[in-house]
Nanobody, 123 residues
């Protein structure tokens, strides 16, 4: 019912910036809470950031707070993650996800997932 496609990943040096995008289709984008998660090799998928349908409520993991900014443009059916001051610890596959619930950090609350985009930060 919902299709999500991430883009914008790549290779950057420590301290650099990237902006990830997540394009949605197949559903009313503005009715969904959205989130970003990431997964490093051999690690569990972890919460990064989430934003509610209106864009007024946003939450971040402690590890990215102050460096990353989540936003959405409902007219364009697109969500963004601006990543600044990147660190090697940020290296992971980043996934966008959609939830019919309100903003949440719980992986199990997200029913739709994109294919992921690789972010690599060199030291």
């Amino acid at each position: 019912q919902v299709q999500l496609v991430e883009s914008g990943g790549g290779l950057v040096q420590t301290g650099g910036s990237l902006r990830l995008s997540c394009a949605a289709s197949g559903h009313t984008f503005s009715s969904l809470a959205m989130g970003w998660f990431r997964q490093a090799p051999g690690k569990e998928r972890e919460f990064v950031a989430t934003i509610n349908w209106s864009g007024y409520s946003r939450y971040y993991s402690v590890s990215v707070s102050g460096r990353f900014t989540i936003s959405r443009d409902n007219a364009k059916n697109t969500m963004y993650l601006q990543m600044n001051s990147l660190k090697p610890e940020d290296t992971a596959v980043y996934y966008c996800a959609a939830s019919p619930e309100d903003v949440t950090t719980r992986v199990t609350d997200y029913h739709y997932w994109g294919q992921g985009t690789q972010v690599t930060v060199s030291s």
